[in-house]
């Protein structure tokens, strides 16, 4: 069944042969493809063609992957539906006229639907991962700095990381091992992953590990999806996990704090797109503000635009210290909290998504309860922590993802939590 997954469906055969010699992989479409469009779901970059490889595209090819296609996603991954696409949106083949979550929607989608045995998804706020339990595959947002984002088109660089999306625990762990690194056309990477063996983890055993469930992320969370996020962590238990309870207060501005960090980022990240340096021309007459002006108000949709007017507004002259200050000092607080957290837990556990798949088209009107969607998901970014959402079970024939985050580097406890919860 078509869900309209992909903007591009143009085939980039492999370099090399390695891990995922085989395997097919889709593409979100904010990743660099020499040759082919990456339009970031944009009809400002409609026509936009890279002259070179994102890193991890690099990597995917040498290792064996045929690049299937470049997936929908909300403009510029600014969305949590990919209903802000300017391609239309994409629809949820686990949940057949909801949405599939986002940003990353259309590789969640591409792999529930088959069309991809594998995806690439960037994650800035819970991107990878929302996509992923709306649609019941798995995702993984790695530590920021384990893979590389050259080629990445930014949204918010502080936050954000690509990561991999899969049918299996195995498989997003066989495509972390591939795309993770140390690069040097980037240099937030570092080899804080060096040693590590993602596919290896996966078998391991978890009954010397301690799970600590967040209170606060189940308070606001939908009574369905809090049911079947309970059984699993009571399987878990049975399973030879000790489990705690742990309440961070920082997480109550985590989802503020984000948006204003977001939103500033981004206000900067976007002024490239003018129709001269990139992006939809607005024509050669008049002068240089109305061809600018024109450009934007044609290239980006009212979602881009109203995050460029709040981002400008947050770090302005006289506000700066009233909303980005405050923001960077709250996400301070939320690391910390973090920190202390797993000092006496080894992975913290919560449900993905607070609530379940909306119906398509039902949530675009309101853009603050979309935002109070990405509650579980953003205090990840805010810590530049690893976390991974893995297939829960369904409530009401719409999937439940539940989400495990670790420590900095980390990766090889979720994954190993992960397949246990798999199993
Ligand atoms: N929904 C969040 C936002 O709109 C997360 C997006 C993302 O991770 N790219 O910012």
Redesign the pocket.
Known sequence: MSTNAFITEETIEPDGNGPLSELTVAVKDNISTAGVTTTCGSAMLEDYVPPYDATVVSKIKAAGGTIVGKTNM?EF????TTETSAFGPTENPAAPGHVPG???GGSAAAVAAGEADVAIG???????R?PAAFCGVVGIKPTYGLVSRYGLVA??NSL?QIGPLANTVEDAARLLDVISGPDRNDGTTNDGGADSAYAAAVDDKIDTLTVGVITDLLEGADDRVVDVFEDRIDALEAAGATIEEVSLDSLEHAVQA??VI?MSEASSNLARFDGVRYGTSGGSDGNWNESFAAAREAGFGPEVKRRILLGTYALSAGYHDKYYKKAQDARAWVKQDFDEAFKSVDVLASPTMPVLPPALGESLSDPLQ??L??AN??PV?LANLPAISVPAGTADNRPVGLQLIGPKFGEETIIRAASAIER
């Open positions: 909300d991954g600014m969305g949590g986002g940003s990353s960037s994650d800035t706020g819970g991107s990878v929302n949204y918010a954000e984000y948006y977001a979309l935002y969607m990405d998901t953003v970014n």
